[in-house]
């Protein structure tokens, strides 16, 4: 039983830049803990269940196409708890609570910083095996989920500049 329990968990990272806006810039549109939906296509809605929205404590819920826990299932949705909100800093962290993608132990962070070429998206995670993904393919997912945050940020802010 001890085995189990010491399992290892999962732990990744990625970065992506973001061509053009500052950070702070990035910050005011990623920065909303509700506004997920705006930024990965494969979501359909991201809301405030408890709380208000970007203050520590605050649950949303996520719904969206993939789900691979449970293919019978097409939609797969989540609870997440914001557990540190940081607007100096332009991160936060948060966990799920509940879901039926295959998640526990789930914690993330996003953070938004100086870059170069205007800013960058950084995503962290860690969480015990995900049911329906290998380690290494979960973190191929996480990668290019952070890459196309970037490029729809990108679009977003050069259509608001225009």
Same mark, same amino acid.
């Given at each position: ?11 990744g ?17 990623l920065g909303?803990?509700?506004?997920l ?5 494969s ?22 196409? *993939? %789900?691979?826990?449970?293919?019978? $299932?097409? =939609?797969?949705?989540? #609870? ?7 607007? *100096? %800093?332009?991160?936060?962290?948060y $966990?799920? =609570?509940?879901?039926? #993608?295959?998640f ?7 953070q ?15 969480a015990?095996?995900?049911k ?5 393919a979960f ?10 945050v970037?490029?729809r ?10």
């Amino acid at each position: 039983m001890d085995e189990l329990l010491t399992e290892t968990r999962w732990q990744g990272k990625a970065t992506a830049k973001v061509v053009g806006p500052t950070p702070d810039q990035a910050w005011l549109l990623l920065g909303d803990f509700c506004s997920l939906h705006k930024w990965i296509r494969s979501l359909s809605t991201c809301h405030i269940l408890e709380g208000s929205n970007n203050v520590p404590g605050c649950i949303r819920y996520c719904a969206g196409s *993939v %789900n691979k826990a449970n293919p019978i $299932e097409p =939609v797969g949705w989540a #609870k997440e708890r914001l557990v540190e909100y940081d607007r *100096v %800093n332009r991160s936060y962290s948060y $966990e799920i =609570v509940e879901t039926n #993608k295959g998640f526990s132990r789930y914690k993330a962070t996003l953070q938004v910083e100086s870059d170069p070429a205007g800013c960058s998206i950084k995503w962290s995670f860690q969480a015990d095996p995900v049911k329906g993904w290998s380690e290494k393919a979960f973190a191929s997912f996480f990668e290019s989920m952070t890459r196309g945050v970037a490029r729809r940020l990108e679009e977003a802010l050069i259509i608001s500049d225009d």
